[in-house]
């Protein structure tokens, strides 16, 4: 009974340290968009399959959260997870940029080209994503360079880290490139997200 009892008390506490380096992770996040005011918000239920593509949090409308805002999670450098589809009193759906629908306008951050970040789930399990309509003309763009969402998207605050480009192909255009994006968040383990209360305003 007493190595049964130290067994739990033992997971207990490592479920315990497991969530101080995820709160960790969040606080860290936080201040790396100060600008924002977030709510941190867990998740309670997800879409099947081995990725976090589609999931619900224990936050709502009760929270401040609107249909739209962004959602980003911690890691070791913190990224863009996706954005609330549905929200009720005390819950929210969101759906993230690896999901097969998803589309988010992105930049390089080191040279401001802009680009196309696109879900798949198929890629995931390689876990990539893809991206296309690169100009970069000056092939200034390397593998491990950072994307950030950009100025232009209709969705998404600008500057959030999406993820690191991983592969570049020059299209048969000759003048676009596309390839692959590892994002930046890990999304085969989330727990606990930070949604952003700030709408992205768009000019009249």
């Known amino acids: 009974q007493q190595i049964s009892e ?19 992770d969040l606080y860290k996040l936080d ?7 977030k709510i941190g918000a867990r998740i309670i239920a997800r879409d099947t399959g081995n990725w976090y593509h589609s999931f619900t949090i224990d936050k709502g409308e009760e929270d401040g959260i609107k249909i739209d805002m962004n959602v980003i999670a911690g890691g070791e450098s913190g990224g863009l997870v996706g954005r609330v589809v549905d929200v009720g009193p005390n819950w929210a759906k969101v759906v993230s940029i690896i999901s097969d629908n998803s589309n988010v306008s992105g930049q390089m951050l080191a040279t401001g080209d802009k680009l196309i970040v696109s879900g798949d789930l198929e890629m995931m399990q390689e876990g990539k994503i893809t991206f296309s309509q690169l100009l970069d003309s000056a092939d200034a763009v390397a593998i491990g360079d950072k994307i950030v969402t950009s100025d232009i998207s209709d969705k998404y605050l600008p500057g959030i880290l999406i993820g ?19 994002p930046a968040v890990d999304f085969e383990h989330l727990d606990e997200v930070l949604v952003i209360l700030q709408l992205k305003q768009l000019p009249e």
Request: without cysteine; proline residues 0%; glycine residues 4%.
């Open 31 to 37: 201040g790396q968009y100060a600008d924002y005011d």
């Open 164 to 182: 690191y480009i991983d592969e570049i192909n020059l299209d048969s255009n000759k003048l676009t490139k596309s390839g692959t994006v590892v």
């Open 6 to 24: 130290l067994t739990m008390e033992n997971t207990q506490l490592q479920q315990n340290q497991y969530e101080l380096n995820t709160l960790r």
